[in-house]
């Protein structure tokens, strides 16, 4: 089946058979390996894009649902060569260490800034709830979104 | 894993979905959020040969009041519900259940239909339903029908919807004054399915004795299960500590659990008694307001 999709900006077709994941079609088909798969049993959210500006865990959707739509994946956030915001606090901060789960994370977190701008610590909390990570214990994930919700609050100096 | 291979199916209309189940018959299973029955494929617990993808039909994703009743589209997705203004002050039961389904990004997929049509004991809204006395729309070739949700699960993944129909709203009543309801769920962690969870609407009357009881009880059971002799020994009665109490230990009496991971079959039932207990507590206080 013929699917075209609008990934980061841009819009792409392929032929692909209806069981294909949108994960899949996203890092095989697409080529873009941002987006990460860290389970297989829908629980970690290292696959997390942005359906139609919503997060969506990309290994739980089939490639033929996004035909027609809008996807947003980490390699988009940066634009003109400039770091999203999201993004810079997670290097400020030390939101990472291995990064698997990071798209997934700077993904949701990206979403969830855009509605609620001023979180507090909870909230940010059970925002991340759909997405695991196994090396930081997530104290500096959450410094790292709360740092990203004051510079976007803050005007551009 | 790779789900097995299928021919997808994409109607824009109910009637073009209705037509297709009709040919395809058992072969097909319909898609709404994906969020259960993409997993399963993956596993190839479920392989149909036809899936009817319902998530371009207009017209069954919306929330309102309407008639007396709460009307929910089967499309609705879990976030959507989590955020509304009016659930959240009409029905607090209800925003309880939705910030406890899985985690944040399945509920912006997850549909209310697919979370009562799936049959899954394991899943959140039936106990909620049940304890709220909703009705469900079935959509067919002969035209609707409503189900009530008290008859809605027959079997383990098993519900009463026939083969061909679909599942397009859900009718919650409007609470009387002096309602409350509260849905507790014990989980190991945020995206588990509950070791047990209970959900309690109640009404009161002028005399602060109960004029209704709903209790629910999600993951005790083959089916979700409604816990009728709690629910009957309430009735008419003020809700002190005794009341309480019975209706906790009958409720655990009425939950049917298996041991699994998450417990043995008696740390399940005092689950049950303690989760009605509080749930019952929670209500009181809601209702008191």
């Given at each position: 089946m013929r699917v075209a999709v609008t990934i980061n900006g841009e819009r792409r077709e392929a032929d692909v058979e209806p069981r294909l994941l949108l994960v899949h079609l996203i890092r095989e088909v697409f080529r873009l390996t941002g987006t990460h798969i860290?389970?297989?049993?829908?629980?970690?959210?290292?696959c997390t894009v942005l359906l139609d500006g919503r997060p969506v865990k990309s290994c739980t959707v089939f490639a033929v649902q996004a035909d027609g739509r809008t996807v947003l994946t980490?390699?988009?956030?940066?634009?003109n060569g400039q770091l999203h915001p999201v993004q810079e606090s997670f290097v400020q901060e030390h939101g990472l260490q291995c990064g698997y789960c990071t798209p997934g994370m700077l993904m949701t977190s990206y979403a969830y800034l855009q509605d609620h701008p001023r979180p507090s610590e909870d909230e940010i909390r059970h925002a991340i709830s759909g997405n695991l990570c196994r090396c930081t214990g997530y104290v500096n994930i959450v410094k790292a979104i709360q740092h990203a919700a004051a510079k976007l609050a803050a005007p551009a100096s | 894993m790779i789900p097995a291979a299928f021919e997808y199916h994409r109607p824009s209309t109910l009637q073009d979905a209705l037509a297709l189940l009709g040919r395809l018959g058992d072969e097909a299973k319909v898609l709404a959020g994906g969020q259960s029955l993409i997993p399963l494929m993956k596993l190839r617990l479920a392989s149909p040969r036809h899936v009817v993808d319902l998530n371009r039909i207009s017209g069954l994703g919306s929330i309102a009041e309407r008639d007396g009743a709460l009307v929910i589209g089967a499309l609705v997705r879990e976030s959507e519900l989590e955020a509304s203004e009016l659930v959240r002050h009409r029905f607090p039961i209800l925003a309880d259940a939705c910030r406890v389904i899985a985690d944040p990004l399945v509920r912006n997929l997850a549909t209310v239909g697919g979370n009562l049509a799936h049959g899954d004991p394991a899943n959140d809204h039936p106990a909620v339903m049940l304890a709220l006395g909703a009705e469900v729309v079935a959509v067919g070739p002969q035209g609707a029908r409503r189900i009530p949700v008290a008859e809605l699960f027959t079997g383990p993944l098993e519900t009463a919807l026939r083969s061909g129909e679909i599942l397009t709203e859900i009718h919650v009543p409007l609470p009387p004054p002096r309602s409350g309801g509260a849905y507790l769920k014990l989980e190991?962690?945020?995206?588990?399915?509950?070791t047990a969870a209970v959900g309690v609407q109640i009404t009161l009357a002028?005399?602060?004795?109960?004029a209704r009881a709903g209790i629910g009880l999600t993951n005790v059971g083959p089916t979700p299960i409604k816990a009728r002799r709690a629910e009957a020994l309430l009735k008419?009665?003020?809700?002190d500590d005794a009341a309480i109490r019975e209706a906790a230990e009958t409720a655990a009496g009425e939950s049917d659990p298996s041991e699994d991971l998450r417990g043995s079959v008696a740390y399940k039932r005092d689950l049950v008694r303690v989760l009605t207990a509080r749930a019952l507590r929670r209500a009181l206080e809601r209702a008191a307001h």
């Open positions: 860290g389970c297989d049993t829908s629980h970690c959210g290292a980490v390699e988009g956030l940066e634009q | 190991r962690k945020v995206g588990d399915f509950a002028g005399g602060d004795a109960c008419g009665r003020r809700l």
